[in-house]
T-cell receptor, first 114, second 113 residues
Framework: AQSVTQLGSHVSVSEGALVLLRCNYS??????LFWYVQYPNQGLQLLLK??????LVKGINGFEAEFKKSETSFHLTKPSAHMSDAAEYFC????????????FGKGTKLSVKP | SQTIHQWPATLVQPVGSPLSLECTVE??????LYWYRQAAGRGLQLLFY??????ISSEVPQNLSASRPQDRQFILSSKKLLLSDSGFYLC????????????FGEGSWLTVV
């Protein structure tokens, strides 16, 4: 069965610093992988999605993620954090046994200090 | 373009009272529909999903139920709310193929008092 592990429930960075949010997955088939962002009191919004076309995926707001099969990882990065990046981030993997369901990690809350 | 709406946005209900949260999707047909719950510090929990009218799959046992009376309508209900039902409820949809993006509604805050 697939699963997603996000290392670190809280990450704090200074404005302008590198953002690195970690995600590891397990899947017995080539996975589809997603990163979503949730701003306070809002629904989740898609940041980016890996579908095997390219291992480095660029998303919205300057975020990108690299699929590394050997490490079963899909870490999210951004070179320079902005205050507006403060939010909760969720990694997800497609559920191979269903029609479109996603399995989500527990989320990482990103704080950005001025 | 497709849109998803859920309501009400905020709800405060006494213990033992009924619940009805509604979700509708526009601009697509035969979507997969989902209800998720977020409780503080517990991430996203899938409650129900539906691949068609009248077809409901429950992921966790609880005192909630879901119904899909129309193709693009998904309703979350309870006959008697518990304190533990408090949380942020999210409706979502996707096209019924693995790997498709799931799109979320704005969410509904439920506080059971």
């Amino acid at each position: 069965a697939q699963s997603v592990t996000q290392l670190g429930s809280h990450v704090s960075v200074s404005e302008g610093a590198l953002v690195l949010l970690r995600c590891n997955y397990s899947s017995s088939v080539p996975p589809y992988l997603f990163w979503y962002v949730q701003y306070p009191n809002q629904g989740l919004q898609l940041l980016l999605k890996y579908t095997s076309a390219a291992t480095l995926v660029k998303g919205i707001n300057g975020f990108e993620a690299e699929f590394k099969k050997s490490e079963t990882s899909f870490h999210l990065t951004k070179p320079s954090a902005h205050m507006s990046d403060a939010a909760e981030y969720f990694c997800a993997v497609s559920d191979e046994g269903s029609q479109g369901n996603l399995i989500f990690g527990k989320g990482t809350k990103l704080s950005v200090k001025p | 373009s497709q849109t998803i709406h859920q309501w009400p946005a905020t709800l405060v209900q006494p213990v033992g009272s009924p619940l009805s949260l509604e979700c509708t999707v526009e601009g697509t047909s035969n979507p997969n529909l989902y209800w998720y719950r977020q409780a503080a510090g517990r991430g996203l929990q899938l409650l129900f999903y539906s691949v068609g009218i009248g077809q409901i799959s429950s992921e966790v046992p609880q005192n909630l139920s879901a119904s899909r009376p129309q193709d693009r309508q998904f309703i979350l209900s309870s006959k008697k709310l518990l304190l533990s039902d408090s949380g942020f409820y999210l409706c979502a949809w996707t096209r019924s193929h693995s790997g498709n993006t799931i799109y979320f509604g704005e969410g509904s805050w439920l506080t059971v008092v």
